[in-house]
């Protein structure tokens, strides 16, 4: 089994910024994608931003500027910096994972408990 922990929400004040942290533990051989989704009450899930194991990066055309994703493969970790939050950024924030497993290897998709992101003053 692989559990994702996701942590570093919390209510802010608009213009404000927040690093959410995901951590990957189990039984992990190792971790080709990680992304970071949110889902405001009343919406669809959606995608923020993505990166593989190299490092390469992809963004959401709607989040780039405000949102750096980031990762330690040392620590089975993903970040997301948020920049000038806004109100509509108001969401629970979910860390999702390719994880190849040992015994049995294989590759399986993981989701986090999710984090909340309040933005309001």
């Known amino acids: 089994q692989v559990q994702l922990v996701e942590s570093g929400g919390d209510l802010v004040q608009p213009g404000g910024s927040l690093r959410l942290s995901c951590a990957a533990s189990g039984r992990i051989f190792s971790i080709t994608t990680m992304g970071w989704y949110r889902q405001a009450p009343g919406k669809e899930r959606e995608l923020l931003a993505s990166i593989n194991d190299s490092g390469s990066t992809n963004y959401a055309d709607s989040m780039k500027g405000r949102f750096t994703i980031s990762r330690d493969n040392a620590k089975n970790t993903v970040y997301l910096e948020i920049n000038n939050l806004k109100p509509e950024d108001t969401a629970v924030y979910y860390c999702?994972?390719?994880?190849?497993?040992?015994?049995?290897?294989?590759?399986?998709?993981?989701w986090g408990q999710g984090t909340q992101v309040t933005v309001s003053s």
């Open positions: 999702n994972a390719d994880v190849w497993t040992t015994l049995p290897m294989r590759l399986r998709n993981y």
